[in-house]
């Protein structure tokens, strides 16, 4: 399978507890992005790598949270502190420059549930 | 600010029966149109770019179309694997983020047969 892959597909924790998600991009790819979606709404953007480098954060993204990816290929995204609001599906994408990176393609996406 | 709407919330078809599906735009400069399909429990499915107003494209049963201020999904015939939540998105504009998409909430999408 060629697709972004994305680890663990569901997450329950309870609020307070750190959790961490991994995103395999799809390989070649120099872009990698994070997204949040919660129930009846579209994707939000979180913050998006190309290679190492973390170009843009969105308001969202509070101290909470961090992003890594320091190698250049996958990516790992830290919710510290989790409060119920966090819960959501977090979702992975990737792009690349032939495509002027517009075309972004995403992964199945980690559920997560606080308690 | 860039933003997205997508009209209706929710469209109930009859196999066969052909609709439309709307996306209204406000973006400073668009550099992307873009239409996903989304099933329950899944990550957006990529289905096309548009760039420019007067610009279509086709895949199967479905067909995207743009003017300069909103993008049509039009559905042909619809079979039930067709159901789903169809998300727009945008990228823009000059000056503004270089990689984030905006999306709308989506059309959900139920084809009866």
């Known amino acids: 399978d060629t697709g972004v892959s994305q680890n663990p597909r569901h997450k329950i924790t309870k609020r307070g507890q750190n959790v961490t998600f991994r995103c395999d991009p799809i390989?070649?790819?120099?872009?990698l992005y994070w997204y949040r979606q919660t129930l009846g709404q579209g994707p939000e953007f979180l913050t998006y790598?190309?290679?190492?480098?973390?170009?843009?954060k969105s308001r969202l993204l509070s101290d909470r949270f961090s992003a890594e990816r320091p190698k250049g290929s996958f990516s790992t995204l830290e919710i510290q502190r989790t409060e119920q609001g966090d819960s959501a599906m977090y979702l992975c994408a990737s792009s690349f420059r032939g495509s002027s990176y517009n075309e972004q393609f995403f992964g199945p996406g980690t559920r997560l549930t606080v308690l | 600010e860039d933003q997205v709407t997508q009209s209706p919330e929710a469209l109930r078809l009859q196999e066969g029966e052909s609709s439309s599906l709307n996306c209204s735009y406000t973006v400073s400069g668009l550099r992307g149109l873009f239409w996903y399909r989304q099933d329950p429990g899944k990550g957006p499915e990529f289905l096309f770019t548009l760039y420019s107003a007067g610009e279509e494209k086709e895949k199967e049963r479905l067909k995207a179309t743009l003017t300069k201020k909103e993008s049509f999904l039009h559905i042909t015939a619809p079979k039930p694997e067709d159901s789903a939540t169809y998300l727009c998105a945008v990228r823009g504009g000059y000056g503004g983020s270089q990689g984030n998409l905006i999306f709308g909430k989506g059309t959900k999408l139920s084809v009866k047969p």
């Open positions: 790598f190309q290679n190492e480098a973390q170009l843009e």
């Open positions: 390989s070649e790819h120099n872009r």
